[in-house]
């Protein structure tokens, strides 16, 4: 047995050098155990490698898979939808069912008697809001209606704040009428409710309880002649009918690129859907101007209501469920303007998109629980109007084309079909370009274009339904008449940075490049060829290069 180590027999320096040494000893040991087991650089690289392979395969695909199924079960509804409308119009065009076949109208004649007693009250009603570009020839227009003198009067309701605006305004009443025109010009020291409120305020006038019914024309639009003559009429024969709606008619479509990409959009909706709600379930949104309404049944739904940015909407939504009708003539056109500057589209489409949503969160039950309309034409309603116009079709245009087409170039093992990547959405297209055929060989711009505007819209959108940031937002649109049009600037190198750029719109391109790249690179099919061209479109509208510069009027 080996005798233990006699450490007390050593002297005490040599005892504490040997510690010394030992403890050395193993702190180096230690630390060179230490740094053998620390990770290095390329072992973090590979374990963050490792940890995303097995998220991608775990979450990141199978989540992408649904989304994409999603959104080919969102195609397949709106080309349904789509299909469904031309149908519709086919239909309408092959039998020729016009309005005059289907509702009874005869022309409106001065009775031998009673001579023009015969003729019923009509209170035109003209909304306005600075806007001096425009006022002189819309209240022209509206002078000008071939209607007895004694049996219309003319409201403008100005709810200008800027005192050129309003001097010119009220000074243009004046002269028509000393022409013997009878011609109101009405104020309000408040813009509450925007022009919902204007509407509902002129309705208060003692004036008005003598008129039967109403015509409403925005500021910028020029109704012919005849307009009352060939919308009257079915009024008066059809009790239960209460708006006869005309067509917008654009006289600025040919200004530049985009006023045409807005036409034909435009001319769809018009000729497309308003038509075919009109013919199937008497159903459809009022333009909010080139209308005549039934006074009596604007009073029975509720008036005129500011709870949305879309009073006219909600007002032929309220109209329906109380069991009225509403008609639309597609041949009946009204001159207007569409906006040529891209900051008034924007603010536009901001306002047709949130208002509808938001229309529809609110009314959605009340539609649900209505007795006064069939299941059917609540189905339409709910289903057709605005889940899929209003709803479905923006979210599939910005989420599909816009952000999940793109990343499937990022996961190989997401597939989209071809019928749901490119013959689908081309048949779409083609049957909307029906809508105006002149401008058919722009297709292709207006693909890009609609899709960059789709997130505009898709935010529009989500506020709308959230009923939160800018769901009441309200700016006119603005206007240009023919006093501005030699001050159009067509680009805008010199307006400031920050007017113009859209950072959204930047991001977004900056992401369909990068899968466009990306795609060019390592992907095996050509869809880079849609990602660049679609990013370019991005960047366009992003840096405001598109429509035209308005100056600020001194």
């Given amino acids: 047995m080996s005798p233990l180590p006699t450490f007390h027999r050593l002297p005490h320096d040599t005892f504490s050098s040997l510690l010394r040494s030992l403890s050395q000893v193993g702190s180096s040991t230690a630390s060179e155990a230490f740094l053998k087991s620390a990770p290095t650089f390329e072992d973090i690289i590979a374990r963050i490698g490792l940890w995303w392979e097995k998220t991608r395969a775990v979450v990141v695909v199978p989540v992408f898979k649904f989304l994409v199924a999603l959104c080919l079960i969102m195609s397949v509804m709106l080309f349904v939808e789509v299909m469904y409308m031309g149908i519709v119009v086919l239909y309408v065009k092959l039998f020729k069912r016009?309005?005059?076949?289907?509702?009874?109208?005869?022309?409106?004649?001065?009775?031998v008697e009673f001579g023009t007693a015969t003729y019923p009250m009509v209170l035109v009603q003209i909304p306005m809001y600075n806007e001096k570009e425009v006022c002189e020839q819309s209240i022209a227009a509206a002078c000008k209606i071939s209607w007895p003198s004694n049996r219309i009067i003319i409201q403008v309701l100005d709810d200008s704040t800027d005192p050129a605006s309003k001097d010119l305004v009220k000074k243009e009443c004046e002269r028509w009428s000393k022409e013997g025109v009878n011609i109101t010009f009405e104020i309000r020291d408040n813009r509450n409710g925007y022009k919902a409120g204007a509407l509902r305020e002129g309705m208060k006038h003692?004036?008005?309880k003598q008129c039967d019914y109403v015509a409403i024309f925005d500021a910028d639009f020029q109704p012919d002649p005849d307009f009352l003559l060939r919308t009257v009429p079915f009024l008066i024969h059809n009790p239960k009918l209460a708006l006869v709606q005309g067509r917008w008619e654009f006289v600025n479509a040919d200004q530049c690129m985009m006023t045409r990409l807005q036409e034909m959009s435009l001319s769809y909706h018009f000729t497309v859907e308003q038509q075919v709600g009109s013919s199937t379930f008497a159903f459809f949104g009022f333009n909010g101007t080139a209308g005549v309404w039934r006074i009596s049944a604007l009073n029975e739904s509720g008036g005129w209501n500011d709870q949305t940015t879309v009073e006219d909407m909600d007002l032929a939504v309220r109209a329906t469920l109380r069991g009225w009708k509403l008609l639309y003539i597609d041949d009946l056109k009204v001159k207007s303007e569409l906006p040529c500057s891209f900051n008034a589209l924007r603010s536009q489409q901001h306002r047709w998109t949130c208002g509808p949503a938001n229309l529809f969160r609110k009314m959605a039950g009340k539609i649900i629980r209505n007795e006064n309309v069939s299941l059917w034409k609540k189905l339409y309603m709910l289903y057709s109007f605005f889940f899929m116009r209003k709803i479905v079709a923006h979210v599939l245009t910005f989420?599909?084309?816009?952000?999940?087409?793109?990343?499937?170039?990022l996961f190989p093992e997401v597939t989209v079909p071809k019928w749901a990547a490119f013959y689908l959405p081309s048949l779409i297209t083609l049957f909307i370009a029906i809508g105006r055929l002149r401008s058919i060989h722009l297709l292709a711009f207006w693909v890009l274009f609609e899709n960059s505007m789709s997130l505009v819209r898709t935010k529009a959108l989500v506020m709308g339904l959230l009923e939160t940031g800018r769901v009441q937002e309200w700016v006119v649109t603005e206007k240009l008449g023919d006093t501005l049009k030699?001050?159009?600037i067509p680009q805008v190198p010199s307006v400031r940075f920050r007017e113009r750029v859209h950072l959204l719109e930047l991001l977004v391109g900056a992401y369909l490049l990068f899968c466009g790249i990306y795609d060019i690179i390592y992907g095996k099919n050509t869809l880079y060829v849609y990602l660049l061209f679609q990013s370019i479109a991005f960047f366009v509208v992003g840096f405001g290069y598109v429509?035209?510069?308005?100056?600020?009027?001194?």
């Fill in 98 to 111: 016009k309005p005059e076949k289907v509702y009874k109208w005869e022309a409106m004649e001065d009775d």
């Fill in 206 to 208: 003692s004036y008005v």
């Fill in 399 to 409: 989420c599909f084309y816009c952000v999940i087409l793109p990343a499937t170039v």
């Fill in 486 to 488: 030699t001050k159009l």
């Fill in 547 to 554: 429509g035209k510069y308005v100056p600020a009027s001194s």
